[in-house]
């Protein structure tokens, strides 16, 4: 929703890879924008939001296709700024009387690129010359231009690869400014929003925290709020900021399972003694030690432990009784990925289990739903929560219990606790804690002979994982520097009994997982 006297950008998804990426681009740019599929926006709709400006996606079609999405052509003549990209581009100049056709030859990847620097989307740009890398990634391309365009850049293989009609401030670009891989893009987008749409860029933390925090006290009223706090970025962000609108009307309920990293359970209470809010930790490890006793299938592990959680949850809402409100930490990519802003759906593995059949509440509140992760973490830091919190890595709910091979043993989970604890200690001493998305030990099952001092050793094997990623559906083995690992290593083995090996994990996902379990 457009949020009264502030900046507003509508992204038209017309079902392209990089969505999300342009949102993201835009917000980057300090411009609040929501992404909005094309089968659901209309022109009533879009007038009563009255965006600054228009940005339409990429998508896989062809303009030609038979259920080639598109769009209401009023949307040109209202006077709004448009930037098409890629097949936003293509669907532009096909309604508006210009030509699309299929390329001799596809362009696919880094593209060099010639660009007229008078055209407002450069020309502001002044580290970058009338040549540049762009990133391209189409099979179709606009052969002709309609009235009033202009080419604004071109590349051997491509005559309009941005064209622009100034009067109508329509523009539109075939390459992709939101990778990373077209040198300049951020800026080329920064232009359309500032020099076109006129944006200042009016999107802050500090903006949307006033924000919403009104607006959770005016829909809470004096109604009471349930959250499971897991400890993790999102409900930990969002215990803050419901703590700052609602104070005691909140309770979280931290089910503490015994299978958090070393510290961890007390570091999540610590986090919220201090603040305005009803917080139940609930130690439950002798509950979830009992059930696994004598589990070794991964499968299995995670489903008894996800109803037990549910069981001690509900014991413990109970307690509370009739609640208003249950609180979801969901963020905007779910938001994307599950079906453009469309409400009604939340997915099922933010209720941690399907919690809402088993809670006596009114209605479900998501505060966080129009944030990307990079956001809810600077929210997280407008707040006041500590950064331990804040830049937290994603943690499996079921914890340590999968990234223990086999049954797990008290003795097993404190071997893993202490290992793991030196490996992401050596990991922050080496300052690669933000660059690499996950990094943790697993303890396999696996034992082995070595020797130490003059004795012979038979012990289990530690394997260290920590993976580079952006999405987490794929993710590759971050390339850590031999002697940060020769360090753990050595550590890892002189500190930790009954360990005797290290081993790194240089496996991507594909086809590996990120855990082992
Ligand atoms: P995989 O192992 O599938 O993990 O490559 C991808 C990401 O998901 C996390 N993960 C989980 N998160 N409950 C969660 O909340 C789970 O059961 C679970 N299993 C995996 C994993 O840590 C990684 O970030």
Request: negative net charge; hydrophobic residues 40%.
């Amino acid at each position: 929703m457009r949020q009264k006297g502030h900046e507003y950008v509508l992204i038209i998804d017309f079902g392209g890879q990089y969505n999300q990426l342009i949102a993201r681009r835009v917000r980057e740019c300090s411009v609040y924008c929501e992404v909005i599929s094309y089968k659901s926006i209309t022109i009533e709709k879009i007038e009563e939001l009255a965006p600054e400006g228009i940005i339409f996606t990429g998508g896989p079609q062809s303009v030609y296709g038979d259920d080639a999405p598109t769009i209401d052509a009023k949307i040109f003549e209202m006077g709004i700024p448009v930037l098409g990209i890629c097949y936003g581009s293509q669907l532009m100049a096909h309604m508006l009387g210009g030509k699309v056709q299929t390329c001799q030859t596809s362009e696919y990847g880094k593209t060099q690129t010639y660009y007229d620097k008078s055209c407002v989307l450069f020309s502001g740009i002044t580290e970058m010359s009338d040549e540049a890398i762009s990133w391209m990634s189409h099979t179709d391309y606009i052969s002709q231009l309609p009235e009033g365009f202009s080419s604004v850049a071109h590349t051997d293989n491509c005559p309009v690869a941005a064209m622009a009609n100034y009067d109508r401030k329509l523009y539109a670009v075939q390459f992709h400014p939101e990778v990373n891989h077209t040198e300049h893009g951020l800026r080329m987008l920064d232009s359309f929003l500032k020099n076109v749409c006129g944006c200042k860029g009016d999107w802050t933390m500090g903006n949307y925290a006033q924000t919403a925090i009104k607006d959770i006290r005016e829909k809470v009223g004096d109604g009471k709020v349930l959250l499971a706090l897991s400890g993790g970025v999102d409900s930990s962000v969002l215990a803050a900021l419901l703590s700052k609108a609602v104070g005691s009307q909140l309770t979280c309920i931290f089910v503490d399972h015994g299978f958090m990293r070393k510290n961890e359970g007390d570091e999540v209470e610590d986090a919220f003694k201090d603040w305005d809010v009803n917080f139940v930790r609930v130690n439950a490890k002798d509950r979830f030690m009992a059930k696994l006793n004598g589990v070794s299938d991964p499968e299995t592990k995670r489903k008894l432990i996800g109803e037990e959680f549910i069981r001690v949850f509900e014991a413990e809402a109970k307690k509370i009784g009739k609640v208003d409100f249950l609180a979801q930490g969901t963020i905007y990519p779910d938001v994307i990925e599950s079906g453009s802003g469309d409400a009604a759906t939340i997915k099922s593995h933010h209720n941690v289990g399907g919690l809402p059949d088993y809670v006596d509440f009114k209605e479900i509140i998501e505060p966080l739903r129009m944030l990307f992760k990079d956001e809810t973490r600077k929210l997280g830091q407008e707040l006041g929560l500590s950064d331990t919190l804040v830049w937290r890595q994603p943690f499996p709910g079921p914890g340590l219990a999968i990234r223990i091979m086999g049954e797990i043993t008290d003795e097993k989970l404190t071997i893993l606790q202490d290992a793991d604890f030196i490996f992401r200690e050596e990991i922050a001493k080496a300052g690669l804690d933000r660059s690499i998305g996950q990094y943790f030990a697993v303890l396999t099952n696996n034992r082995s002979v070595g020797v130490m001092g003059d004795f012979r050793t038979y012990d289990y094997t530690l394997a260290l994982r920590a993976v580079t990623t952006t999405d987490f559906m794929t993710a590759d083995f971050a390339r850590i520097p031999y002697e940060v690992l020769e360090t753990c290593s050595s550590r890892i083995v002189n500190e930790v009994k009954n360990i005797n090996r290290v081993v790194y994990d240089v496996t991507t996902k594909p086809p590996a997982t990120i855990e082992w379990e």
